[in-house]
């Protein structure tokens, strides 16, 4: 399992800076691919979240991990308190557990079976 915790970290700004030194390297823009993009972001080395647990009560990503969370689920719930925070990764991984997941696929698309 991989957590991650980032602090003044800004989705908008690592796309930019990605385009950035895309701009100043070698990469054909007219051949780019979501893989080639991704090995300029600063999120390059971290695998892409399968679950964002979000317990401040907000209903947003917040401009984090713009381009990683394309397909991460997500589990949004009002806590407060350190014991609560135990709490709620016990409750959010039981909710993962169950949901079906597609990675941007209909059912139909998998042959009306669920990943």
């Known amino acids: ?25 070698s990469v054909n823009v007219d051949q780019l691919s979501e893989e080639d993009l991704s090995v300029f972001l600063q999120t390059n080395e971290l695998p892409e979240p399968d679950l964002l647990i979000r317990t401040g009560g907000e209903k947003r990503i917040s401009n984090f991990m713009l381009w990683d969370l394309a ?3 997500l589990f949004l719930q009002i806590v407060f308190g350190l014991i609560s925070i135990v709490a709620s990764l016990e409750l ?3 909710d993962y557990r169950s949901r079906e997941r597609r990675f941007g696929k209909t059912t139909e698309q998998l042959g009306g079976q669920g990943v």
Do not use: C, H, P
Request: aromatic share 12%.
């Open 71 to 73: 397909y991460t689920e």
């Open 92 to 94: 959010a991984m039981d």
């Open 1 to 25: 399992m991989v957590v991650t915790i980032a602090f003044n970290y800004s989705g908008r700004w690592d796309i930019l800076q990605a385009i950035k030194k895309i701009v100043l390297s």
